[in-house]
């Protein structure tokens, strides 16, 4: 018999469940079969379901309607306690560890072992030890967690699981915050838990890792199941269709050039600042998408600030609009006509406790205040109208940001800014940390954007995107602009060859 097949009933069985967070139904009579002892995925868009789905078998959510069962018998996993005496625990994205205790602490939190009324550290350790010896995971217990990587302390989770004789383990997006090693090396542990008889639930948005570490599939969209089957009878071109529900032929719209009669809107001559950037001069037109590319720390995160206000170039000059533009904060930028979406949305963009309205009106309060109070009618109207300019799914102006999945808290910042009427919309990074189809809906809000006489300076460290969204590709290195590319002709060769000093080769 090989892996993921099983002749038995299924260890995990989720019949017609539904789970509903205001108006808003997360899972749609979802019906799904787990094998013991597979990696079974759950895939789909940011906003499908498919952790919610997990956080319901983890007793995180328990479902409105519907049943789960564990080997044929229906469980109630109203809690995580609950859910962890039936052997289920979950390793969630954001870790729940103490960072002042050692590893060995952590671990057997709460489960320690005792004489009489004293803890008997010696027995623990034995214990630890017998752990990774059966597991694999060596760590050292005596280190503090806190100095650890977020690999290492992913393998302190998963020891802490399996301390308490977790036999179902759901890993909600457990690479998102990994470098590539780190994510190769975890699912090397996924694939050895598996062999031990462990299930592991696999809930991510990385297809290549999916493919590589599934045993079964299921994929999901709109909080339903569109299929579920084993992983290799799919590619990365199958699941994203079912993920997205159409082919994926051409991942970017098309782009409109630009007329030879469009007026500059940023101007940039040889504008310095000391340490990040030197002697860029670049200019932006009018319905032009300038997109710059290059190495991580290059300068052009550097240059996107400068523009917005967030620092102060040392040398050198901007015109916005052919007037001197030298802002000297975010908020005088804003009131010449930019906006900006930086790369860390969640620590420099959103409120994440308040609503997706407050969010939207954030930058404009004062468009809509009138001897010091608010006109609530009027800012609502506003944002509500905003959403709707950025197709906004999966909520609305009266949801909190926190409730939203990461591509529609991405277009929750392009709303924001299309309350007014910019000439100049910065985004750094604008889908990093997005699924596919919400990159998809996100690029045809760029060039929909461009179209309508919005000039956009995009900041991009993926070449498929640079090249798929770009009218022209402005290269950094170490500080300088080392080239230009026509987007529409060059390739990934020509960019990386500037980007890493190759051109002269």
């Avoid at 004293?118 to 350790?125: M, P």
């Avoid at 630890?128 to 050292?140: A, I, K, P």
């Avoid at 299309?418 to 889908?431: G, N, W």
Wanted: aromatic share 4%; charged share 25%.
């Amino acid at each position: 018999m090989k892996q993921g097949e099983s002749t038995d009933s299924p260890q995990i069985e989720c019949i017609g469940v539904t789970k509903r967070f205001g108006g808003t139904v997360a899972l749609d009579e979802v019906s799904v079969k787990i094998e013991r002892g597979t990696v079974h995925a759950i895939v789909g868009e940011n906003g499908a379901g498919k952790s919610t789905l997990g956080k319901a078998i983890a007793g995180v959510h328990a479902p409105d309607e519907g049943s789960i069962r564990l080997d044929g018998v229906e469980v109630d996993l109203k809690s995580p306690h609950i859910a962890l005496k039936h052997s289920i625990t979950m390793v969630a994205q954001e870790l729940s560890l103490l960072p002042g205790r050692s590893v060995l602490e952590n671990v057997y939190l709460g489960i320690e072992a005792g004489r009489g009324p004293f803890l008997n550290a010696a027995e623990d350790l034995r214990r630890y030890h017998d752990l990774v010896e059966q597991h694999g995971l060596s760590l050292d217990p005596n280190a503090q967690v806190g100095n650890l990587s977020v690999a290492e302390q992913q393998k302190v989770e998963i020891l802490r699981a399996l301390a308490r004789d977790a036999q179902i383990i759901i890993m909600d997006e457990p690479t998102a915050r990994l470098s590539s090693d780190e994510a190769k090396s975890l699912v090397t542990t996924v694939r050895h838990l598996s062999k031990r008889g462990v299930t592991v639930v696999f809930v991510s948005h990385f297809l290549d890792e999916v493919l590589e570490v599934a045993d079964n599939i299921t994929v999901m969209r709109n909080g339903q199941v569109i299929r579920t089957g084993p992983a290799a009878l799919e590619s990365k071109a199958s699941l994203i269709e079912g993920m997205v529900g159409r082919s994926l032929d051409s991942a970017f719209p098309p782009r409109r050039g630009v007329p030879e009669s469009a007026a500059p809107v940023l101007e940039l001559d040889r504008l310095s600042r000391e340490g990040a950037f030197e002697d860029v001069s670049f200019t932006i037109r009018a319905g032009e998408i300038v997109v710059l590319a290059g190495l991580v720390g290059s300068g052009r995160s550097e240059i996107a600030r400068a523009v917005f206000g967030a620092d102060r170039p040392t040398s050198g000059s901007m015109k916005l609009n052919g007037v001197n533009h030298s802002p000297r904060s975010p908020k005088q930028a804003i009131a010449s006509g930019i906006g900006m979406i930086p790369e860390a949305r969640r620590d420099q963009a959103l409120f994440m406790q308040r609503t997706v309205g407050d969010n939207i009106s954030l930058a404009h309060l004062d468009k809509y205040t009138s001897t010091g109070i608010v006109r609530g009618g009027t800012e609502s109207a506003a944002a509500a109208g905003a959403a709707a300019d950025v197709s906004l799914t999966g909520g609305t102006i009266t949801s909190m940001m926190n409730e939203l999945s990461g591509g529609n808290q991405q277009k929750s910042i392009f709303a924001r800014w299309l309350i007014s009427t910019p000439k100049l919309l910065i985004a750094d990074e604008p889908t990093r940390g997005v699924d596919v189809g919400a990159k998809l809906g996100i690029y045809e809000l760029i060039v929909r954007l461009a179209e309508e006489g919005l000039a956009m300076l995009i900041v991009s460290s993926e070449i498929e995107e640079v090249l798929g969204i770009a009218h022209r590709v402005l290269v950094m290195r170490q500080g300088r602009l080392v080239g230009e590319l026509d987007g529409a002709n060059a390739t990934d060769t020509d960019v990386m060859e500037l980007a890493f000093g190759l051109e002269a080769a």
